[in-house]
């Protein structure tokens, strides 16, 4: 199981591969999976944001973890394995992060409960009630896909429980890395990737970084050159990674990424479930470049 200490580095969401009429499609999550662990990530997340939370049922999850166990143990790597288990609803995401830990995964992802409009208290409560299951949790928050964004205060509150290991902030900026600094000691994993190096700058531990499994070794430079405390250095590499990562974000995540794989023939199919759609034609051609 993850412990605080292990939140640092790069962890790539992963996305949930379908063919062409919607089905999940375990053979090109293998391939797909067998190619990125290739490289040192410190960690993978199945069903986050990337792996189409909203639209993939628990067992297509349970599916998606096994074949990765079955990958990660084929590789002879040890690469970590936290689940998305957050939704809106309280009791759900006990029942699904209670079953991620029986299955063995190292981590939960948990974002904040969207839609409902809770309370900062409600909030708190929603992870108070999770982390109970036991197993290590990193908050999620990310207020652009949620449409609500907490306090400092509530989340220094979330941080402050035990077995609430980290915080992956996707805000799309550094307010929140600023306004907790000093007043935690648990990392805190970039979430935005074009704010990668800036965040690294204000004491990010990592990122988990959607983009990042492309030019996946050039990330891992950006990240082992900030912990050595080369910032400038951290972010002219950076630099060189933005026009990707920004072109990968124009439409919404994971339509571009997905095409981009097919493309390399790494998936089947760009498929994405409604109501995602997959990329326009204007973006196929500005993202071919970097095929
Ligand atoms: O799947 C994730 O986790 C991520 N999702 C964010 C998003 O799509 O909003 C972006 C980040 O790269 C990781």
Same mark, same amino acid.
Do not use: C
């Given at each position: 199981m993850l412990q605080s200490n292990d939140l640092k580095g790069i962890f790539v969401p992963v996305v949930t591969p379908f063919t062409?009429? /919607?089905?999940?499609?375990l053979p090109s999550f293998e391939r797909y999976l067998g190619q990125l662990l290739r490289h040192p990530i410190q960690g993978i997340v199945i069903n986050g944001t990337t792996g189409e939370a909203p639209t993939v049922e628990w067992a297509e999850v349970e599916a998606l973890f096994e074949v990765a166990r079955t990958v990660i143990r084929r590789l002879g790597v040890r690469t970590p394995i936290i689940v998305g288990? /957050?939704?809106?609803?309280t009791r759900t995401t006990v029942r699904r992060t209670a079953a991620a830990g029986e299955w063995g995964a190292d981590a939960v992802l948990v974002v904040t409960p969207y839609y409902s409009r809770p309370s900062e208290e409600g909030t708190f409560r929603h992870f108070q009630a999770v982390v109970e299951t036991g197993t290590p949790l990193v908050a999620y928050e990310v207020p652009e896909r949620t449409g609500i964004r907490l306090s400092a205060e509530t989340m220094e509150r979330i941080l402050t429980l035990d077995g609430v290991i980290g915080l992956k902030d996707a805000t799309g900026g550094i307010d929140l890395l600023h306004a907790l600094a000093g007043r935690t000691e648990k990392p805190m994993m970039a979430g935005s990737d074009d704010t990668f190096a800036r965040m690294l700058r204000r004491g990010a531990s990592g990122g988990i970084l959607?983009?990042?499994?492309?030019r996946t070794e050039a990330f891992l430079e950006v990240n082992r050159l900030a912990a050595n405390g080369l910032f400038d250095e951290a972010e002219a590499a950076f630099s060189k990674l933005l026009p990707l990562t920004r072109l990968l974000f124009r439409e919404t995540n994971p339509s571009p990424i997905k095409w981009m794989l097919a493309q390399s023939g790494i998936l089947a199919s760009d498929e994405v479930r409604l109501p995602l759609t997959p990329i326009t034609r204007s973006l196929q051609e500005e993202l071919s470049a970097f095929l």
């Amino acid at each position: 199981m993850l412990q605080s200490n292990d939140l640092k580095g790069i962890f790539v969401p992963v996305v949930t591969p379908f063919t062409q009429d /919607g089905e999940l499609d375990l053979p090109s999550f293998e391939r797909y999976l067998g190619q990125l662990l290739r490289h040192p990530i410190q960690g993978i997340v199945i069903n986050g944001t990337t792996g189409e939370a909203p639209t993939v049922e628990w067992a297509e999850v349970e599916a998606l973890f096994e074949v990765a166990r079955t990958v990660i143990r084929r590789l002879g790597v040890r690469t970590p394995i936290i689940v998305g288990t /957050g939704t809106n609803d309280t009791r759900t995401t006990v029942r699904r992060t209670a079953a991620a830990g029986e299955w063995g995964a190292d981590a939960v992802l948990v974002v904040t409960p969207y839609y409902s409009r809770p309370s900062e208290e409600g909030t708190f409560r929603h992870f108070q009630a999770v982390v109970e299951t036991g197993t290590p949790l990193v908050a999620y928050e990310v207020p652009e896909r949620t449409g609500i964004r907490l306090s400092a205060e509530t989340m220094e509150r979330i941080l402050t429980l035990d077995g609430v290991i980290g915080l992956k902030d996707a805000t799309g900026g550094i307010d929140l890395l600023h306004a907790l600094a000093g007043r935690t000691e648990k990392p805190m994993m970039a979430g935005s990737d074009d704010t990668f190096a800036r965040m690294l700058r204000r004491g990010a531990s990592g990122g988990i970084l959607a983009s990042a499994q492309f030019r996946t070794e050039a990330f891992l430079e950006v990240n082992r050159l900030a912990a050595n405390g080369l910032f400038d250095e951290a972010e002219a590499a950076f630099s060189k990674l933005l026009p990707l990562t920004r072109l990968l974000f124009r439409e919404t995540n994971p339509s571009p990424i997905k095409w981009m794989l097919a493309q390399s023939g790494i998936l089947a199919s760009d498929e994405v479930r409604l109501p995602l759609t997959p990329i326009t034609r204007s973006l196929q051609e500005e993202l071919s470049a970097f095929l």
